[in-house]
């Protein structure tokens, strides 16, 4: 399951032996009004698992759906990517925006307007990076948006899964690594390591997946 706005390309690089393995990329879908994160779950649970148990894997906001889908479905592994195993492992700055209701009032509409940015007169660095999200961030439905804002800093998990595996990068901005237990550090590991460190992912996610550890 890709992060919140994302589609499932960010998974474009992952490899998996294929004669061990069987790969579903999960697409956001658009929530309904007023949607619970569990009810959520349940109906993406319906669509997309068909037989078990199952392997679950999601980044970010994407862990979060996850980890409510493994409440509803046998699952052999549950492996989150730079996410959050509880409600706790959230930077101080989403608390407040969760504690005082200020992500009710976040203009989320902007991104609509993500492909007028691009002629503006910007350096590589800024245009390679928006062209970046334009690609890989394609789901600009204002009621998405607030809805998974609304849902990621009022997730209420208070206890970690068992057994969930957390694989982190020590240079995530999103959601840092001094506030996260328990994982498995990734060094120089940014929030969209998914990307830019797909060939450790390649190398380690058979044997976490069957072996639950990394053994060398």
Not at 103 to 122: A, D, F, R, W
Request: proline share 6%; aromatic share 8%.
């Amino acid at each position: 399951m890709p992060g919140m706005a994302a589609n499932p390309t960010i998974f474009e690089r992952i490899e998996l032996p294929k004669a061990e393995f069987k790969i579903i990329w999960l697409s956001w879908k658009i929530p309904a009004k007023e949607e619970t994160l569990s009810s959520y779950a349940r109906r993406m649970v319906e669509e997309v698992v068909k037989n078990e148990p199952v392997v679950l894997i999601g980044v970010s906001f994407g862990g979060v759906l996850v980890q409510e889908m493994s409440k509803l479905v046998s699952v052999k592994r549950l492996i989150i990517i730079s996410s959050v195993k509880t409600k706790h492992e959230l930077p101080k700055r989403m608390k407040i925006a969760r504690d005082t209701g200020v992500y009710k009032v976040l203009p989320t509409g902007l991104l609509n307007y993500m492909t007028h940015i691009e002629k503006l007169p910007l350096g590589d660095l800024v245009s390679k990076r928006l062209k970046l999200y334009q690609h890989y961030l394609s789901i600009n439905d204002r009621e998405y948006l607030d809805w998974a804002i609304k849902e990621m800093l009022c997730w209420n998990q208070t206890q970690p899964i068992k057994d969930i595996i957390h694989i982190h990068g020590d240079e995530d901005l999103v959601f840092p690594i001094k506030n996260i237990e328990n994982s498995i550090a990734i060094p120089k590991g940014t929030h969209i390591m998914i990307l830019m460190k797909y060939k450790w992912f390649n190398k380690h996610l058979p044997e976490l997946i069957l072996n639950g550890k990394i053994n060398s």
